[in-house]
Nanobody, 125 residues
């Protein structure tokens, strides 16, 4: 049974930082393509970052230079460091895993098989 449990969300002011964690069980982050997604009210779920098996990460344009996704294979945990937060970053954030070790060029929700319950990030101006 696969479980992904996110934590670390909260409320911050513009320019603040948060670090999200996603602890995995039933799936190994070292052999799976992993991703971070977010969904704001009334909007579609969008890919924020995906982390390849070798550890390299790709980001959507709106978070490049501000977000950093990485993993700790020993802890089987995924992280998302978010800096210089903006009100438009406000959303429910989810981590996700693919059954495949392959990551496509973009993080697409339909490519991911397992999802966490989400953690809320709210950025106030």
């Amino acid at each position: 049974q696969v479980q992904l449990v996110e934590s670390g969300g909260g409320s911050v002011q513009t320019g603040g930082s948060l670090k999200l964690s996603c602890t995995a069980s039933g799936v190994l982050v070292r052999t799976s393509c992993m991703g971070w997604f977010r969904q704001a009210p009334g909007k579609e779920r969008e890919g924020v970052a995906q982390i390849a098996v070798f550890g390299g990460a790709g980001y959507t344009d709106s978070v490049k230079g501000r977000y950093s996704a990485y993993k700790d294979n020993a802890k089987n945990t995924l992280y998302l460091q978010m800096n210089s937060l903006k009100p438009e970053d406000t959303a429910m954030y989810y981590c996700a895993a693919r059954t495949s070790s392959y990551c496509g060029s973009n993080a697409r929700p339909g490519d991911f098989n397992y999802w966490g319950q989400g953690t809320q990030v709210t950025v106030s101006s």
